[in-house]
């Protein structure tokens, strides 16, 4: 069973920055798009990035903010987040789906903007 394992949240200032990883437990095979997602409370799960191939998506709220990046032969992606909002504060999980159709999840991290 692969599962994704992510890292790199925590507490940050207004203004501040953060890196999430995340890495398959084991290589995935024909990755055809990952993403991140993030859900606060009381809120429904929304999409923040996605990659697939060439072409990167993202949320209106942190464009120019935040950026995608991922390796399909690593089986990793990440996401550089920059310039944090109290309103970015949310569990983020990242996702990925392959040529199969299989969609894989991470457990989430925490991310929490606060002064």
């Known amino acids: 069973q692969v599962h994704l394992v992510e890292s790199g949240g925590g507490l940050v200032q207004p203004g501040g920055s953060l890196r999430l990883s995340c890495a398959a437990s084991?290589?995935?095979?024909?990755?055809?798009?990952m993403g991140w997602y993030r859900q606060a409370p009381g809120e429904v799960r929304e999409l923040v990035a996605s990659t697939s191939g060439f072409i990167r998506n993202y949320a209106d709220s942190v464009k120019g903010r935040f950026t995608i990046s991922g390796d399909n032969a690593k089986s990793t992606v990440y996401l550089q987040m920059n310039s944090l909002k109290p309103e970015d504060t949310a569990v983020y999980y990242c996702?990925?789906?392959?040529?199969?159709?299989?969609?894989?999840w991470g457990q989430g991290t925490q991310v929490t903007v606060s002064s």
């Open positions: 084991e290589s995935i095979f024909g990755i055809v798009s």
């Open positions: 996702n990925m789906n392959n040529i199969r159709s299989n969609t894989y």
